[in-house]
């Protein structure tokens, strides 16, 4: 059983990480998702809010687990018995912060192997920060976030 994690922010998750766990998922007998609680960032939601959004919207994939974790990637990694690193690169300006983090998780944990999975075109453009932006303006986010998350950022800024 050759597990993957994919750690990351998801404040919220999108249409964009649903890509790339389906494409990690097609590569690995199960992928582990994981919130990562990043002490540097003041998220919109809270650990646990990311966590039900993710699983409600991974439920009828098979063989993904979502969870959390507060500390180092590599050693949730070993945690949880994952072969390796699922990372997301959408554009060149992904690419210097994703080079360093891979080098130094991989000086960290050499038997650690970070992926990167390309998504569809059509997710490029999209990250979680626009999302927040455009639901705080009451724009229609439907067409890039699973209806969970439509429901939770509607409930988010009607508050
Ligand atoms: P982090 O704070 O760790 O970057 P994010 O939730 O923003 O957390 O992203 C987690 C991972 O998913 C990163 O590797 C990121 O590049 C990738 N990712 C984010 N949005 C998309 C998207 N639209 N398409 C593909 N990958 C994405």
Redesign the pocket.
């Given at each position: 059983m050759r597990k993957v994690l994919?750690?990351?922010?998801?404040?919220p998750?999108?249409?964009?990480?649903i890509?790339?766990i389906n494409r990690a998922r097609e590569m690995f007998d199960g992928v582990i998702v994981t919130v990562?609680v990043?002490p540097t960032?003041t998220p919109l939601f809270s650990v646990e809010e990311r966590v039900e959004m993710l699983r409600k919207s991974v439920a009828d994939i098979d063989n993904i687990t979502v969870d959390s974790f507060d500390g180092l990637v590599v050693d949730h990694a070993h945690e949880t018995g994952a072969v390796g690193i699922?990372?997301?690169?959408?554009a060149l300006s992904?690419f210097e912060?994703?080079f360093q983090?891979a080098l130094m998780n991989r000086k960290l944990a050499g038997d650690l192997t970070t992926v990167?999975?390309?998504?569809?075109e059509k997710?490029?453009?999209?990250?979680?920060?626009i999302v927040r932006n455009l639901a705080s303006l009451n724009s229609d986010v439907s067409d890039f976030v699973p209806p969970v998350v439509v429901e939770m950022l509607k409930s988010k800024f009607s508050k």
């Open positions: 994919y750690p990351g922010t998801f404040d998750v999108t249409n964009g990480h890509d790339i990562a990043n960032k699922i990372r997301g690169l959408r992904d912060y994703e983090m990167f999975l390309i998504p569809h997710y490029t453009y999209l990250n979680s920060s």
